[in-house]
């Protein structure tokens, strides 16, 4: 029982570090157009976005290092990717015809 309430952990955890860093990336490129200093934007927001998410897997992996928990998260965590990717994809301009 207890490490199907690892997995569901390391599942909620992958998810939010997914959210975080994609929706991050997002925001930042919405907001680079009007930027006084776009290359500054970027590089802090990489770090942060970077930072945050591998110590977020650090904490996932826990002091077992258990490598199923961090496979989870990991899956988890491009599930989010592959349905931000869908959600926040520009839609399609269809050409009359």
Same mark, same amino acid.
């Given at each position: 029982? !207890?490490?199907?309430? %690892? /997995?569901?952990?390391?599942? $909620?955890?992958g998810?939010?570090?997914g959210?975080?860093?994609?929706? /991050?990336? %997002?925001? !930042?490129?919405?907001?680079?157009?009007?930027?006084?200093h776009? *290359? $500054? %934007? +970027? *590089? /802090?927001?990489?770090?942060?976005?970077?930072? +945050?998410?591998?110590? /977020?897997?650090?904490?996932?992996?826990?002091?077992?290092?258990?490598?199923?928990?961090?496979g989870? *998260?990991?899956? *988890?965590? $491009?599930?989010?990717?592959?349905?931000? !990717?869908?959600r926040?994809?520009p839609?399609?301009?269809?050409?009359?015809?």
């Amino acid at each position: 029982m !207890t490490e199907m309430l %690892w /997995g569901l952990l390391a599942t $909620l955890g992958g998810v939010a570090l997914g959210l975080f860093y994609f929706a /991050g990336l %997002w925001f !930042t490129l919405r907001r680079l157009p009007g930027h006084p200093h776009p *290359a $500054l %934007w +970027v *590089a /802090g927001s990489f770090i942060l976005r970077l930072a +945050v998410s591998l110590t /977020g897997f650090y904490l996932i992996l826990g002091a077992d290092r258990s490598l199923a928990r961090l496979g989870i *998260a990991l899956l *988890a965590f $491009l599930a989010v990717r592959v349905a931000l !990717t869908r959600r926040l994809q520009p839609e399609s301009q269809s050409k009359p015809g």
